[in-house]
């Protein structure tokens, strides 16, 4: 079994900055792509970011400049930096990743519980 834990949310002013944090763990042989959707109230969820097992990255036109998605794959863990935050990011963010388990010989893919994410004007 695979789990990805993010942790990292909260309540933050506008202007603001917040980390966000997830880790897998589980019987993991490997991980491929990693990323960070999010989910406002009444929305679709929409990617954020993506970063590949060799750090080639992506991001969505709104948060290009102000958010930095990094991963350290001793650790399993991808995180995304949040900076200059405005009320539009307030949404549940959900980690993502494409893992491949010790018994498995294809990538599944994964998802977080998601954190809740809520910027204050």
């Known amino acids: 079994q695979v789990q990805l834990v993010e942790s990292g949310g909260g309540l933050v002013q506008a202007g603001g900055s917040l980390r966000l944090s997830c880790a897998a763990s589980g019987s993991i042989f490997r991980i491929n792509a990693m990323g960070w959707y999010r989910q406002a109230p009444g929305k679709q969820r929409d990617l954020v970011a993506a970063?590949?097992?060799?750090?080639?990255?992506n991001y969505a036109d709104s948060v290009k400049g102000r958010f930095t998605i990094a991963r350290d794959n001793a650790k399993n863990t991808v995180y995304l930096q949040m900076n200059s935050l405005k009320p539009e990011d307030t949404a549940v963010y959900y980690c993502?990743?494409?893992?491949?388990?010790?018994?498995?010989?294809?990538?599944?893919?994964?998802w977080g519980q998601g954190t809740q994410v809520t910027v204050s004007s």
């Open positions: 970063i590949t097992k060799g750090s080639n990255t």
């Open positions: 993502n990743a494409d893992i491949v388990t010790t018994t498995m010989s294809t990538f599944f893919n994964y």
